[in-house]
């Protein structure tokens, strides 16, 4: 089994920027796909950004150019950098490991971005 642990959330004016983290058990050469989703209220959880085990990574068209994923090997740990942010990214952010043993995820992280 794979734990993560998000953080880095919070309150945020529209413009802004914040910078999640997700720690994640072990060696994040061992899992296939770490992505980023999140939920807004009332809405589905929505894909937002993920890296493979080789580095390649994929974001969603809504965040491209203002999302960074990244990662810290020595660390394992994921990093979701996030600039000039919109109300529209307001939600939970969770993290997801995708690994030989199915998915696992995070707890989750509140993102709120006011207007």
């Known amino acids: 089994q794979v734990q993560l642990v998000e953080s880095g959330g919070g309150l945020v004016q529209a413009g802004g920027s914040l910078r999640l983290s997700c720690a994640v058990s072990?060696?994040?050469?061992?899992?296939?796909?770490v992505g980023w989703y999140r939920q807004a209220a009332g809405k589905q959880r929505e894909s937002v950004a993920d890296?493979?085990?080789?580095?390649?990574?994929n974001y969603a068209d809504s965040v491209k150019g203002r999302f960074t994923i990244s990662r810290d090997i020595a660390k394992n740990t994921v990093y979701l950098q996030m600039n000039s942010l919109k109300p529209d990214d307001t939600g939970v952010y969770y993290c997801?490991?995708?690994?030989?043993?199915?998915?696992?995820w995070g707890q989750g992280t509140q993102v709120t971005v006011s207007s």
């Open positions: 997801a490991a995708d690994h030989a043993r199915g998915r696992s």
């Open positions: 072990r060696s994040i050469f061992s899992i296939n796909v």
């Open positions: 890296i493979t085990s080789s580095g390649s990574t």
